[in-house]
Structure formats: structure tokens, C-alpha cells
């Protein structure tokens, strides 16, 4: 484990809790089982009613004997994290503010398409990373999600939703995107046991193509992200030279435009049919220019890429303005002209400040209004 993943890893399961089963692989799951006196066969059955079903009540689980259950729920159980506050928006946009066990909060994010339905997860308690365009940005990294938390925010969807069991047709959440609030790929390890259980097709079921991991730009788990987990990559990119990059994105410091893009170059499994999208916020007078719509074009020369236009959604304290409509419509004709897609994102959620870089959990906002408040006058 890394100094990192070291220093910001999820709280251990409190000793006196039942042990969740939530979020352990098919192995550990075998291994609980075993630990019970029970066969492998057992952690099958367990994992199709938690997964498949929903269940979180061991006595409702109906194939496995009553004596089987009850001992189950000496020891374990089937937990999700808390839902704090529910909220829909006028454009049918859902958000979750999701308390977890030590009180910690984060929020997720589901959207309605005609389409398609598309959750977009967290894997942070804030960020490490401090992107000037984004509200998480501004609350400091608390810790690592596990992947009980990270899972867990498909199971809360899926319970408002009333998805349970997965159908196979007809699903409401058929996407799912790690653009949340973190870094994904600075919580590797939890994101990737989250990835692969989210993906069992005897449980969530979620198709690795309906699934897209976003990254500012972590460059050395982009390669080990594509190899081991096969998803689908989205890169905040947000502007076309170093000198900008730097200054709304300070990991660009450490991992700069030619180091990144070289890694989407080589990232495994992108073809035309399967390209890596790349998130650029339209920020008005800062990377919204033709000469800048043209740059991009040559950077992206021989990666497979759509490019998703974003205007830009202000949040409290914001200091940026989206671009103009007429120069966000002149940019995408330029990636266009250069067969580039460049579909302009629709806001969704803004009233519930559930847009792109909008998510900062409630305490955050909460806590700094009070500090706020209580600032003598003068300063
Ligand atoms: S855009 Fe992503 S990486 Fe950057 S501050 Fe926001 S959550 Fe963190």
C-alpha cells in the first residue's frame, strides 16, 4: 500500500460491529464462509441475494436454512452507507448525501437520459487535488472510500430506484461513472475491488463497457487502470497548454500535457470504436479561444477521443464565468472539423448543485458558512 493510500485508508470495521459483508471480494467472502465451517458454494448463494437481489435481511434469504441464516446474523451484516439527504432536481436528476459510519459524508449523483441512465460515484471524502473549477477541490482529502462505500453508492441508487433484482433489460442505471468527488486512481486498490464486484455478472452486472473511470491525470495508474480493469478511461484534460493546465489543474505540475497524453496514447483497448473521452470545462477567457480549439485538435493526434464540452457550473465561491454559448458551439465546430466529437454537455442538477464539479458534501458547506459567520467583521 502507498504512503498514500496509506495515510488517507478508509477507518478499520469498528471490532464490536458485525463485520459488513459488503465490499469483499468473492475470495473473502469464501474465506468468511470457511471461517463458519461452511463450503465455498456458500459465499455463491450469499453473493447472488446481496447483489442480485438486494437483500440486506439474512432471514429473508430464502434458499439458505434458517440455522444457516441466523448464525450469519450473529456475525455479519449487509450494510450500506446511510442516506443523509435525498434530492431530486426539476430536470429528474437525483442526489444522495451519504452518511458513512464514522460520520464522514459524500455525495452521488444520478442522471436520467433518454437514453441511458448515467450514476456517477465517489471514491473520496474530498480531494487531494485542488482544481480550481471544482468545489470538491476546495474541501481538503479526508480519506479513502472502501469499497463497501464505493459499491454501496450503486446499492442506495438501486434501492431508491427500485432496481432489485438487476433485470437484464430495462435498467435505469445503465452507466456508471467514477467522476465523483476524489481521484479514483489515488484510491486504487479500494476503486479496482469496487470495479470488479460492481462487473461479477452473477451480481450487479455491470458491463465494463458501461463503465467509465475519470482521472485528472494520474499518470502511473492510468496503464495499470486499462490492463487489470479493462473500463473505460475519461481524462480531465480542461486546457491546452502547460502554462494554463498548471494554473487550474496543479497536478499538470507533476504529470504535465505530453507525459499524460503519451499514457492515453498506450492506454490498453482504445480503438475508434472504444475512444477515451476527454472532460474540458469551457471557462470563459481561459482556455476557450479558436488557437486553443485548434491545439487541442493537435494534441489528441493519434488517440482515439471524443472530447466532452462542459460549460462551466458556478458553485458558492466559484470565481470563474462559463463561456459564451456562441464560443462553446465555435469551439466544438473546430474539434468537428477535424473529426473530432465534441458533444456540448447539458447542465443537469443545478438547482440541487448536482452538476459537473458541484459536489462538496453539505457538512463542508454547511461548516464553512458557520466559520464564515463567525468571522469578526473587520477581516
Ligand atoms: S476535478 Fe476531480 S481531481 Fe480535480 S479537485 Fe475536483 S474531484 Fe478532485
Known amino acids: 500500500m502507498n504512503h498514500h493510500a496509506e495515510a488517507f485508508a478508509p477507518p478499520q470495521e469498528d471490532r464490536d460491529e458485525k463485520r459488513n459483508l459488503v465490499g469483499l471480494t468473492r475470495d473473502q467472502l469464501v474465506a468468511e464462509m470457511a471461517g463458519l465451517g461452511e463450503k465455498p458454494f456458500r459465499a455463491k448463494q450469499l453473493w447472488h441475494w446481496i447483489y442480485h437481489r438486494g437483500v440486506t435481511d439474512f432471514a429473508a ?7 444457516f441464516r441466523a448464525r450469519l446474523a450473529e456475525t455479519f451484516a449487509v450494510r450500506r452507507p446511510a442516506v443523509g439527504e435525498a434530492q431530486v432536481s426539476r430536470d429528474g436528476t437525483r442526489k444522495w448525501l451519504l452518511r458513512l459510519a464514522d460520520g464522514n459524508e459524500v455525495e452521488t449523483v444520478y442522471i436520467p437520459e433518454e437514453d441511458r441512465g448515467t450514476l456517477c460515484v465517489s471514491s473520496q471524502v474530498g480531494c487531494t487535488l485542488t482544481c480550481k473549477f471544482c468545489h470538491t477541490g476546495t474541501q481538503r482529502l479526508v480519506r479513502n472510500l472502501a469499497p463497501a462505500e464505493i459499491v454501496g453508492q450503486i446499492m442506495v441508487a438501486r434501492d431508491d430506484l427500485g432496481e432489485w433484482p438487476a433485470p437484464a433489460e430495462g435498467r435505469q442505471i445503465t452507466n456508471i461513472v467514477l467522476m465523483g468527488m476524489g481521484e479514483p486512481l489515488y484510491n486504487y486498490d479500494n476503486v479496482a475491488a469496487a470495479i470488479k464486484i460492481a462487473m461479477d455478472p452473477e451480481g450487479l452486472s455491470v ?21 487489470e480493469l479493462d473500463v473505460n478511461l475519461a481524462v480531465s484534460l480542461h ?9 487550474i489543474m496543479p497536478i499538470n505540475k507533476k504529470y504535465p500535457l505530453k507525459m499524460l497524453l503519451d499514457a492515453c496514447r498506450s492506454y490498453p483497448g482504445t480503438h475508434n470504436a472504444r ?49 459564451e454559448p456562441a464560443v462553446i458551439t465555435r469551439f466544438a465546430d473546430i474539434l468537428s472539423a477535424a473529426h473530432i466529437s465534441a458533444p456540448v454537455r447539458a447542465t443537469r442538477g443545478d438547482d440541487i448543485l448536482a452538476a459537473c464539479g458541484q459536489l462538496k458534501s453539505a457538512s463542508e458547506r454547511r461548516k464553512k458558512a458557520e466559520r464564515e459567520t463567525t468571522l469578526p467583521a473587520q477581516l
Open 275 to 323: 475512444r477515451i473521452t476527454f472532460e474540458y470545462v469551457m471557462l470563459k477567457g481561459v482556455n476557450d479561444s479558436e488557437e486553443d480549439a485548434r491545439r487541442l485538435v493537435k494534441l489528441l493526434k493519434g488517440i482515439p477521443a471524443k472530447v466532452n464540452l462542459i460549460p462551466f457550473n458556478p458553485w458558492p465561491g466559484s470565481f470563474f464565468e462559463s463561456s
Open 61 to 67: 434469504m430464502t434458499t439458505l436454512s434458517k440455522d
Open 239 to 247: 486546457a491546452t497548454s502547460d502554462d494554463v493546465r498548471d494554473r
Open 207 to 227: 458491463s465494463k463497457r458501461k463503465i467509465t473511470l475519470s482521472t485528472s491525470g494520474v499518470v502511473p495508474e492510468m496503464e495499470r487502470c486499462g490492463r
